[in-house]
């Protein structure tokens, strides 16, 4: 009997594992690769919007946000110069930023070999210093759209973005 209940107990954990493995998520081992590439999207978007504001110097703007960037992208007439002024400005006013939600994700591949993701994402603006009615922060929800490429490290990398898509959210 206690052999019996042994190998019963045994089989409910080995059930339940892989029952835990089997979810189809994009963490499980199991999860599309669709879903895997959306989660690259989601996290290299969370950067975009994250960094941006976490970079307080031009070097730290370099490092932490433009790095996320392909060439190509920076290399636009005035792309880089722009970023750095429109910075410089922002960061007078918002101290840093986090994304709070993110909704309609999809992925799409392009003929060119890029991702397109796209998702609508709701994100908190922190000011410097608090507005005249205390207020902490500023919440914003824009339509994005990355368009990425895997570098020849296997990274990804920010061709361009767009935001407030019609018809997306």
């Given at each position: 009997?206690?052999?019996?209940?042994?190998?019963?107990?045994?089989?409910?954990?080995?059930s339940?594992?892989?029952?835990?493995?089997?979810?189809?998520?994009?963490?499980?081992?199991?999860?599309?690769?669709?879903?895997?590439?959306?989660?690259?999207?989601?996290?290299?978007?969370?950067?975009?919007?994250?960094?941006?504001?976490?970079?307080?110097?031009?070097?730290?703007?370099?490092?932490?946000?433009?790095?996320?960037?392909?060439?190509?992208?920076?290399?636009?007439?005035?792309?880089?110069?722009?970023?750095?002024?429109?910075?410089?400005?922002?960061?007078?006013?918002?101290?840093?930023?986090?994304?709070d939600?993110?909704?309609?994700?999809?992925?799409?591949?392009?003929?060119?070999?890029?991702?397109?993701?796209?998702?609508?994402?709701?994100?908190?603006?922190?000011?410097v210093?608090?507005?005249?009615?205390?207020?902490?922060?500023?919440?914003?929800?824009?339509?994005?759209?990355?368009d990425?490429?895997?570098?020849?490290?296997?990274?990804?990398?920010?061709?361009?973005?767009?935001?407030?898509?019609?018809?997306?959210g």
């Amino acid at each position: 009997m206690r052999k019996k209940g042994l190998i019963l107990g045994v089989l409910l954990i080995i059930s339940l594992m892989l029952l835990s493995c089997s979810r189809n998520d994009e963490t499980s081992i199991f999860a599309s690769k669709e879903d895997k590439l959306i989660v690259v999207g989601r996290d290299l978007t969370k950067k975009l919007i994250v960094n941006y504001f976490d970079s307080r110097t031009n070097e730290e703007l370099e490092e932490k946000y433009l790095s996320l960037f392909d060439g190509k992208f920076l290399n636009k007439t005035g792309m880089l110069a722009s970023i750095k002024l429109h910075h410089e400005k922002e960061i007078k006013e918002i101290s840093r930023s986090e994304v709070d939600e993110v909704d309609l994700e999809s992925i799409q591949s392009n003929e060119d070999g890029s991702l397109t993701y796209k998702a609508t994402i709701r994100t908190k603006y922190y000011y410097v210093e608090p507005q005249a009615n205390d207020k902490q922060y500023e919440t914003s929800r824009k339509d994005w759209s990355v368009d990425m490429i895997q570098d020849e490290n296997g990274e990804y990398k920010i061709l361009n973005y767009d935001l407030n898509i019609p018809g997306l959210g």
